[in-house]
C-alpha cells in the first residue's frame, strides 16, 4: 500500500516536472477564476458602502416634498419639526430659456437654488459661487470647459420667470457631482434642446 502511494507521487511530480508550462497555466487559470469569484462576492457590497457613504456625506435627502403652490418658511420649520425628520430644508427652482451661440433655439436649464445642509454640493472643479452673478453646474455633461463661460438667461421667457431671477447672466464657476438622484419628470417643449442641464444659483429670496 505504501509502494503504492510512493509511486503515485512519483508518477505525478514526474508529469508535473514534464509539463511544467501546462501546470503553471492550470494554477493561473484557478487563481484567475478564483480571484474573479471572490471580487463578485464582494463587489455589491464594497459599492453600496461606497455609495452609503457619499450618500452620508452628502447629507442627500431620503423625501423631497413638492406641492404646486410652493412651500412656505414656516412650512420647511414645521416638516423640520416632525418626528423622525434629522433636517429639512427649502430649496427653489425654476426651468428657464437659456440664450445659445450663433443663433441656435433657446435651450431649457433647470435653474436650482444653493442647497446648504441637505444635498451639500461635491465640487468636481472650480469653486463655490460667492455672488449672486456667479453659478455651478451639473457635472454630468460638463467639463473643466465650461468654467469662466456665461449663461445668459433669454428674454423669450416670461415675465413671471425674468422676474424670479436677479440676474440675466451667471458665470460658471464649478462643476458639481448629481445632487439629486432621479429622472426629471415632463417632456421639455419641442423648440427646446434636451435634456435639461441643471445650474445651481442664489435665489432671489433666500430661504432660511
Known amino acids: 500500500m505504501v509502494m503504492k502511494k510512493n509511486v503515485m507521487r512519483k508518477n505525478l511530480r514526474q508529469s508535473i516536472v514534464k509539463s511544467i508550462g501546462r501546470y503553471i497555466a492550470i494554477m493561473a487559470i484557478i487563481a484567475l477564476g478564483s480571484g474573479m469569484f471572490v471580487g463578485l462576492r464582494v463587489t455589491r457590497t464594497d459599492m453600496v ?51 445659445q ?23 468636481l472643479g472650480g469653486r463655490m459661487p460667492t455672488k ?30 425674468l422676474e424670479s431671477l436677479h440676474e440675466r447672466s451667471f458665470t460658471v464657476w464649478a462643476i458639481s457631482a448629481r445632487l439629486f438622484i432621479w429622472i426629471l419628470p415632463g417632456e421639455a417643449p419641442p423648440s427646446v434642446t434636451v435634456p435639461l442641464i441643471i445650474i445651481f444659483i442664489f435665489p432671489r429670496n433666500p430661504l432660511p
Open 49 to 99: 458602502a461606497t455609495g452609503q457613504q457619499y450618500t452620508d456625506n452628502q447629507n442627500m435627502f431620503d423625501l423631497r416634498l413638492v406641492n404646486s403652490y410652493g412651500w412656505s418658511d414656516e412650512d420647511v420649520k414645521t416638516v423640520a419639526a416632525m418626528d423622525g425628520i434629522e433636517s429639512a430644508e427649502g430649496g427653489k427652482f425654476l426651468d428657464a430659456f437659456i440664450a
Open 101 to 123: 451661440k450663433d443663433g441656435e433655439k433657446d435651450a431649457v436649464y433647470r435653474i436650482h437654488s444653493v442647497p446648504k445642509t441637505v444635498n451639500k454640493v461635491y465640487l
Open 132 to 161: 449672486p452673478d456667479e453659478c455651478l453646474v451639473d457635472g454630468s455633461d460638463a467639463t473643466d470647459a465650461v468654467l469662466g463661460t456665461k449663461i445668459t438667461v433669454s428674454e423669450n421667457n416670461d415675465k413671471t420667470t
